[in-house]
């Protein structure tokens, strides 16, 4: 795959990547939930500042003390994006005033499809960067580093498409489960689901980090994504059974 190809089709994958979360934030969130567009900013938003204190984190304190491709490494970074992502998400829905009366289903998914975006958005963002940097100065990079590139970047469109797809939907059903527990947190008055959010998420990136130890071929990648979607499949039906039941006892004692 290469941006700078005289395939067209070449830009498609980054039309998922960018594009992707706002297609989601106008058909899912606002058309068939009724969401307001906010809950979409706010998301986007939450990543961001998430991301780039984990980016800091990385930079200047994770390479000190591990490397890159350790346990170690891997167990720093996802306990810092268990905590912040979680923790941007808690304070989003706890201090936006736009939040006060909208803690529920709907805004849950599309706070959800802001911060997926995001992640989405930048993952795009840093291929085009990689791949400008591969066309225009090979040089930035060592031999192996330019070989793994080159590597990743030749699986072809079909693949291309694959990637960016799934990085799309299935980064927000994982990030829709994420936000629910974090929403559940103000809908139950437990702050614990909060915690339960940051461990979760915390274990999830954990396993991914290290799946490349269990097997390098790409069929367990595949049996690991699938797993995941049937897994998380099922907990966002039981966390959105959880947040409307709890949402319609609320009412009724309200009115009682």
């Given at each position: 795959?290469?941006?700078?190809?005289?395939?067209?089709?070449?830009?498609?994958?980054?039309?998922?990547?960018?594009?992707?979360?706002?297609?989601?934030?106008y058909v899912l969130g606002r058309r068939r939930l009724g969401a307001g567009y906010r809950s979409f900013g706010y998301g986007l938003l939450g990543f961001a500042l998430a991301w780039t204190v984990i980016a800091v984190i990385t930079a200047a304190v994770v390479k000190s003390v591990?490397?890159?491709?350790?346990?170690?490494?891997?167990?720093?970074?996802?306990?810092?994006?268990?905590?912040?992502?979680?923790?941007?998400?808690?304070?989003?829905?706890?201090?936006?005033?736009?939040?006060?009366?909208?803690?529920?289903?709907?805004?849950?998914?599309?706070?959800?499809?802001?911060?997926?975006?995001?992640?989405?958005?930048?993952?795009?963002?840093?291929?085009?960067?990689?791949?400008?940097?591969?066309?225009?100065?090979?040089?930035?990079?060592?031999?192996?580093?330019?070989?793994?590139?080159?590597?990743?970047?030749?699986?072809?469109?079909?693949?291309?498409?694959?990637?960016?797809?799934?990085?799309?939907?299935?980064?927000?059903?994982?990030?829709?489960?994420?936000?629910?527990?974090?929403?559940?947190?103000?809908?139950?008055?437990?702050?614990?689901?909060?915690?339960?959010?940051?461990?979760?998420?915390?274990?999830?990136?954990?396993?991914?980090?290290?799946?490349?130890?269990?097997?390098?071929?790409?069929?367990?990648?595949?049996?690991?994504?699938?797993?995941?979607?049937?897994?998380?499949?099922?907990?966002?039906?039981?966390?959105?059974?959880?947040?409307?039941?709890?949402?319609?006892?609320?009412?009724?004692?309200?009115?009682?």
């Amino acid at each position: 795959m290469c941006i700078l190809s005289s395939d067209p089709r070449s830009v498609i994958p980054f039309a998922v990547y960018f594009a992707g979360p706002l297609v989601l934030a106008y058909v899912l969130g606002r058309r068939r939930l009724g969401a307001g567009y906010r809950s979409f900013g706010y998301g986007l938003l939450g990543f961001a500042l998430a991301w780039t204190v984990i980016a800091v984190i990385t930079a200047a304190v994770v390479k000190s003390v591990a490397a890159e491709g350790t346990f170690l490494y891997a167990l720093i970074v996802a306990a810092s994006a268990g905590f912040f992502e979680e923790g941007s998400r808690f304070i989003f829905f706890r201090f936006a005033g736009w939040f006060r009366r909208r803690r529920d289903w709907k805004n849950a998914v599309m706070y959800a499809i802001g911060h997926s975006g995001m992640e989405s958005i930048i993952v795009g963002g840093t291929i085009v960067l990689t791949l400008l940097v591969v066309e225009f100065a090979p040089d930035m990079l060592s031999e192996d580093a330019l070989e793994a590139v080159q590597a990743n970047l030749g699986a072809g469109f079909g693949t291309s498409l694959y990637n960016s797809i799934e990085r799309l939907l299935v980064g927000l059903l994982i990030h829709t489960c994420f936000t629910c527990v974090v929403v559940l947190a103000f809908i139950r008055s437990d702050r614990r689901y909060l915690y339960l959010a940051m461990l979760w998420h915390f274990a999830h990136d954990l396993v991914s980090f290290n799946l490349h130890q269990v097997s390098e071929h790409a069929l367990a990648a595949r049996i690991y994504v699938a797993a995941v979607v049937v897994v998380y499949l099922w907990a966002l039906s039981r966390l959105r059974k959880m947040m409307t039941g709890s949402a319609v006892q609320g009412e009724m004692s309200g009115a009682a």
